[in-house]
């Protein structure tokens, strides 16, 4: 596609539900990153993929986040037992390669509540 | 670690009239730097970068921002401002070597009075 698209683009759960959250990233683009933004926050790193590798994962809040990307395309943030706090704007992002001289796209975020 | 401070957390202007939004930043070397945008209901918007070279940088929608390194400062202006450039504005730095990870501030929410 032209863009990063996410999917869902909103979803409510309830707490202690596992979720997933989709990202399919511009075509080509090798690194792939996954933010959070809280209301009325900045934006929080979470997890950095460099083709289906992920070398910084330091984001990540707990062990209940987890990330994957395969085929060096599509990538899956899941979030188990979700907690009220986990509720958020979940923004992926692609690039080339990492951001030095390569400008990063942003999709338009997955809206999660956590009831 | 690098951090990111954006001193203003609201700031409205006249449309027509200038604009300058701060944007601090703590880090050892020279850092690559940014400005996004977020408009409602839309994704971020890479507005400019710096990365070496110019301190001066253009971006898109006629802003501008400056690098001073003397003050850790990366300030994003537009002469005139636009209603539709009623938005929040994003200062990120990065660095390479650290994961390739973007640090954010907090935002500055703009609104341009008619």
């Known amino acids: 596609g032209a863009g990063v698209s996410q999917s869902p683009s909103n979803k409510v759960t309830e707490k202690g539900k596992d979720v997933e959250l989709r990202c399919d990233p511009i075509s080509g683009h090798t690194a792939l990153y996954w933010y959070r933004q809280r209301l009325g926050q900045g934006l929080e790193f979470l997890i950095y993929?460099?083709?289906?590798?992920?070398?910084?994962k330091s984001g990540l809040p707990s062990d209940r986040f987890s990330a994957e990307r395969t085929g060096e395309s599509v990538s899956t943030l899941t979030i188990q037992r979700t907690q009220q706090e986990d509720s958020a704007v979940y923004l992926c992002?692609?690039?080339?390669?990492?951001?030095?001289?390569?400008?990063?796209?942003f999709g338009e975020g997955s809206w999660l509540t956590v009831v | 670690a690098q951090s990111v401070t954006q001193p203003d957390i609201h700031i409205t202007v006249s449309e027509g009239a200038s604009l300058e939004l701060r944007c601090n930043y703590s880090y050892g070397a020279t850092p690559y730097l940014f400005w996004y945008v977020q408009s409602p209901g839309q994704g971020l918007q890479l507005l400019l970068k710096y990365f070496s070279g110019d301190t001066l940088v253009q971006g898109i929608k006629g802003f501008e921002a400056e690098f001073k390194r003397s003050q850790s400062s990366f300030n994003l202006r537009k002469p005139s401002v636009h209603w539709s450039d009623a938005a929040e504005y994003f200062c990120?730095?990065?660095?390479?070597?650290?994961?390739?990870?973007?640090?954010f501030g907090t935002g500055t929410q703009l609104k341009v009075e008619l």
């Open positions: 993929f460099q083709g289906n590798s992920a070398p910084d």
């Open positions: 990120a730095v990065g660095v390479t070597g650290g994961g390739n990870k973007l640090t």
């Open positions: 992002a692609s690039s080339l390669e990492g951001f030095s001289e390569n400008t990063i796209y």
